[in-house]
Every structure is written in structure tokens, then in C-alpha cells.
């Protein structure tokens, strides 16, 4: 047993001896495979084909620094000074300030002016007075749309109930005289300018229905006061057609179709 323990101890001093020795073999080895002859203060030596600043180990603070600066610069917001609930104005907003006081009326917006109304209704309750051409090429149908309702407010005021007759009449009417206006003239007008006109110059026959209401025009009284009132209102629609159109010379042939016209008005308001 004795001899057996001796042995023993001196194989595993043995055995820890040569595992010693091969480590110190292996760090040998290790530090000959990794040696080389690169070192941190051989880096700002010139490399080859290379120019120096770029060769530098902070080579990017040589010519990148100040752009990068300049182009990372994080963009930052003016404070904002308002009040809550009250944004502020932007810097276009100040060029369109009191835009609301330099804006035309709304009625002038929609194409009524009253301004014009009156005057064009002024030029048909006088048939002498000269008629202003720039005004009565407009196409204005407040005033006529305005007489229209008035003429069928009236009729059935008289126990006649004409409104259908009324509007079918005007429409009718007025693309008849549409068309032979436009044969007629050399200058061109329009539908809407037509229909303005006959119905400026309807306002006599609305009178003419008004009167009707208490006074009944079945008699030689009525029918003098009817062809009157048809001559009037012709007179107003050829003097305004011939002044827009240039047609002096023809104003009478002019007034033949109103006279026809205006006098189917007037067969509605007498019978």
C-alpha cells in the first residue's frame, strides 16, 4: 500500500508538470502567430497613393466636419407666441388683411343692380326718353321675372288663374323675337337680352291688369285703354331694340311682332 501511494503521487506530479510545460508552449506559440509589426503610431505615417488628410485617423473632421455641421442642423420652431384658442397669423395672411371692405356687394355679385333696374324702368314708363344702349344689353331678369309674377299676382287677383299662360306666352315670345332680331341685324344678340327687354317693357300691361281688378275692361273704355297700353309697351320694345342693335331705320318693322306680342297679353287680361 505504501509503495502503491508513492507511485501514485509521482505520476500526478507528473502529469501536472507536463500540462504546465505544453500551456507555456501554447502562449509561446500564440504570441508568435499574432505578432506583427503594425503599431497605432505607424498610422499617421503617408499611406500609399493617399492623401495625408485622409490618412489620418480623424481624417473626417479635415472636410466633412463643418458641411455635416451644416446640413444636420436640426431646424427649430420660433416659440409661439399667441394665445390659446387664437392662432397666429401667417406672414402671407397680412397681405390680404380688410379683404372683406373692398369686396362688391352681394346683390352686385349675384347681377342685380338695382341702380340699373331703375333706370331701364324708367326708359320704358317713358317712351320719348332716348334709351342707354351699354345698360339695355345687359341681361337682367330680376325686373322681368319680377313682372311676370306680378302679371299672374294680378290676373288671379281678378279671379284668373293665367300663370301658366303667362310664362308660356313670354318664353315663346321672346324666341321668336330671338330669332328675327338675329336676321335682322348684323349684330348678334343674345336670348337672355331679349327676354330682359320684353320683360322691362311688360310693366304697363301689369298696370293695365291691375286696373282690371276693379274696373272691367269689356267695354269701348277697356278696349281704348288695352290698345294703348299695347302701343306703349311696343313703342318701349322697338326704341330699346333699334338704340342696342343700331336699326334706326327699322324700329317700326321692329314694333309689328311686340305689337303681337303684347297684345296676347292683353286678350288675357281683358277676357
Known amino acids: 500500500m505504501t509503495i502503491y501511494s508513492v507511485r501514485g503521487h509521482e505520476t500526478w506530479t507528473g502529469l501536472f508538470y507536463w500540462t504546465f510545460q505544453r500551456m507555456g508552449e501554447f502562449r509561446q506559440y500564440d504570441q508568435d502567430f499574432y505578432q506583427s509589426e503594425y503599431y497605432i503610431d505607424d498610422q499617421a ?10 490618412a489620418s485617423p480623424h481624417y473626417q473632421d479635415v472636410d466633412c466636419a463643418s458641411a455635416a455641421s451644416e446640413a444636420y ?6 416659440p409661439y ?3 390659446m384658442f387664437q392662432p397666429a397669423a401667417s406672414s402671407g ?38 334709351a342707354d344702349g351699354s345698360i339695355m344689353n345687359e341681361t337682367d331678369l330680376t325686373g322681368p321675372v319680377i313682372f311676370c309674377i306680378a302679371l299672374g299676382a294680378t290676373l288671379l287677383m281678378a279671379g284668373k288663374v293665367h300663370f301658366g299662360y303667362v310664362y308660356g306666352i313670354s318664353a315663346l315670345g321672346c324666341a321668336g323675337m330671338y330669332i328675327l332680331l338675329n336676321l335682322m341685324s348684323v349684330y348678334t344678340i343674345s336670348y337672355g337680352c331679349v327676354a330682359s327687354v320684353l320683360g322691362y317693357c311688360l310693366l304697363p300691361m301689369v298696370a293695365l291688369s291691375a286696373f282690371a281688378i276693379f274696373y272691367s ?45 303684347y297684345g296676347v297679353f292683353a286678350l288675357l287680361t281683358i277676357f
Open 45 to 54: 505615417q503617408e499611406a500609399y497613393g493617399y492623401d495625408t488628410a485622409y
Open 73 to 78: 442642423t436640426p431646424l427649430t420652431d420660433p
Open 81 to 83: 407666441s399667441g394665445q
Open 93 to 130: 395672411a397680412a397681405e390680404h388683411t380688410n379683404t372683406f371692405e373692398d369686396e362688391p356687394p352681394l346683390l352686385e355679385e349675384l347681377g342685380i343692380n338695382f341702380d340699373h333696374i331703375w333706370q331701364k324702368t324708367l326708359t320704358v314708363l317713358n317712351p320719348m326718353k332716348p
Open 217 to 261: 275692361l269689356q267695354g269701348i273704355l277697356g278696349t281704348m285703354l288695352a290698345l294703348f297700353v299695347i302701343g306703349w309697351c311696343s313703342l318701349s320694345a322697338s326704341k330699346i331694340f333699334a338704340s342696342t342693335l343700331d336699326m334706326g331705320g327699322q324700329q317700326l318693322l321692329v314694333a309689328y311682332p311686340c305689337t303681337l306680342l
